[in-house]
């Protein structure tokens, strides 16, 4: 990293540090701003959006009202998508095929990763090296409880902050892709040890390393709050948790083990930078000088803060070479209805519950009922010794659930399945399904992203449902759920 490049990281996280502590309307101003010339440049060089915007006079068209692209769509049309006509299809899966490329630019300036398409089919990212830049830049600047003064700044360059990184493995899925580069973007500010969650000296390496942040996935965080006895590491000011849904239960837990702070940053791999994790009142602050999150129902209906939507659209400022703009991210979110103590004024998203498409759809004399993964939650989290589930749906109204209880389990293995299913009944779920409750003694990540799946579809929606129509009924089942909760 050259002077030059270090100068102008240190200034862009002191700017993006003021920029949190703005009036609300002025963060606005220069978002609107930045989705102006987003909106321009993509229609003039993305075959894709220029299609898509045919008939729209982009300069006048209210947002809300233009039409939302989808996951499927991004992968079909991927070489009309890019700005860049150097970029194929052909080339990047090229690239993807060496593991050797970690950490490399394609064509010399792209960071490019791969979503496993355990949501769906996957799909190619591509990023420059402006948003890589960016998403270190919000992490310095705004996910964290020191602010980002010059003189802070100046005291990390003589003693950098150690991030230790706990992933399953490195891949190119992306935020394992975009962490190859933070050593090499965030430079002389910071020194990296990536870890593997399963290395036999994982304990001692970071008891050696001493990391003032420790970044992992919810559950690994979990596992090592669990041993936390095994650790002793004095300079550890917070933690960091992405990818996977954090629940209260795990975050008083890590956070009483290890004593910091634990932030819960909610991202996508198409906008990564999308938010950071408050220090103070957990959720997440969406930085919205780059980002645009519009929470929705199922009819796209803009949901107002406090309520649980549906699903999200997103648009990244940032990503000029694959624009996402009102890109469907099936997520339910609630935004927070009032202003956030921890001194910054980005919007804050209070709830994340889980993906839409983390439910299951059972069957009754009623109809068609969804059972949303809150149920499976709170009811795990309402038996102490249960360390880990998952659910599996196997038939229309059957579901098939695994438990990993913690090792100093006080109650017998029989006695948890009982008040799980008791507890799981006490919430809502209906007498016609039925459950199956074993204990393992280890649940194993998805091999390829190393995130846990707590809810395994097997069987799908009904026939019938589709996401316009209002036959199911959806509602009462997941406001009973959600009020119970
Ligand atoms: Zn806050």
């Known amino acids: 990293m050259s002077l030059r490049q270090t100068l102008r990281f240190a200034v862009a996280t002191s700017r993006l540090g003021a920029v949190a502590r703005w009036q609300p309307a002025r963060v606005r101003r220069m978002q609107q701003r930045r989705l102006g010339r987003l909106l321009r440049f993509a229609a003039r060089h993305s075959p894709f959006y220029r299609e898509k915007y045919r008939g729209f006079d982009l300069a006048r068209a209210d947002f809300a009202r233009l039409p939302t692209t989808t996951k499927q769509e991004m992968a079909e049309h991927f070489?009309?998508?890019v700005?860049?006509?150097r970029i194929t299809r052909e080339g990047i899966e090229c690239f993807l095929s060496n593991t050797h490329n970690l950490g490399h630019w394609f064509l010399g300036r792209y960071g490019v990763s791969r979503t496993s398409g355990s949501q769906g089919q996957p799909l190619m990212i591509v990023q420059d090296r402006h948003s890589l830049e960016l998403l270190f830049a919000v992490m310095s600047a705004r996910a964290t409880t020191q602010r980002p003064t010059p003189f802070e700044g100046w005291r990390r360059l003589r003693s950098p902050k150690r991030v230790a990184i706990v992933a399953t493995q490195r891949g190119f899925y992306p935020s394992g892709a975009a962490f190859e580069f933070m050593s090499e973007l965030v430079g002389p500010f910071v020194r990296v040890e990536r870890l593997a969650s399963q290395q036999p000296d994982l304990f001692q390496r970071l008891n050696d390393f001493q990391p003032h942040v420790l970044v992992s996935y919810a559950s690994v965080l979990d596992a090592l709050a669990w041993r936390s006895d095994l650790l002793r590491l004095t300079h550890l000011r917070q933690i960091a948790s992405s990818s996977e849904q954090l629940t209260p239960r795990a975050r008083e837990r890590i956070q009483a083990s290890f004593g910091v702070p634990v932030v819960d940053h909610y991202a996508t791999g198409e906008c990564l930078f999308l938010s950071d994790g408050c220090p103070t009142h957990g959720g997440a602050h969406i930085n919205v000088d780059w980002a645009i999150v519009e929470v929705v129902?199922?009819?796209y209906r803009p949901v107002p803060p406090g309520e649980l939507g549906d699903k999200v659209l997103v648009t990244n400022l940032a990503n000029r070479v694959q624009p996402f703009i009102r890109y469907e991210v099936d997520d339910r979110l609630a935004l927070a209805t009032g202003p956030c103590t921890c001194g910054s004024h980005l919007p804050r998203i209070e709830r994340?519950?889980?993906?839409?498409?983390d439910v299951f759809w059972t069957r009754d004399a009623h109809g068609d009922r969804m059972l949303s993964g809150v149920l499976f939650h709170t009811a795990a989290d309402a038996i102490p010794d249960i360390r880990e589930w998952q659910a599996v749906h196997a038939e229309r109204n059957h579901i098939e659930l695994s438990l990993q209880l913690s090792c100093a389990a006080s109650q017998s293995a029989a006695d948890a399945r009982t008040r799980l299913i008791a507890?799981?009944?006490?919430?809502?779920l209906p007498r016609e399904v039925t459950i199956n409750v074993r204990i393992v003694r280890f649940l194993a990540s998805d091999p390829v992203t190393g995130k846990r799946r707590r809810m395994i579809n097997r069987v799908g929606?009904?026939?019938?449902w589709d996401a316009t129509n209002d036959v199911c009924n959806v509602h009462s089942s997941t406001e009973l759920i959600a009020r119970r909760a």
């Open 79 to 81: 070489p009309q998508v």
């Open 461 to 464: 929606p009904p026939d019938r």
């Open 83 to 85: 700005t860049d006509p």
């Open 423 to 428: 507890k799981l009944r006490e919430l809502g």
């Open 297 to 299: 129902d199922r009819h």
């Open 352 to 357: 994340i519950e889980g993906r839409s498409g």
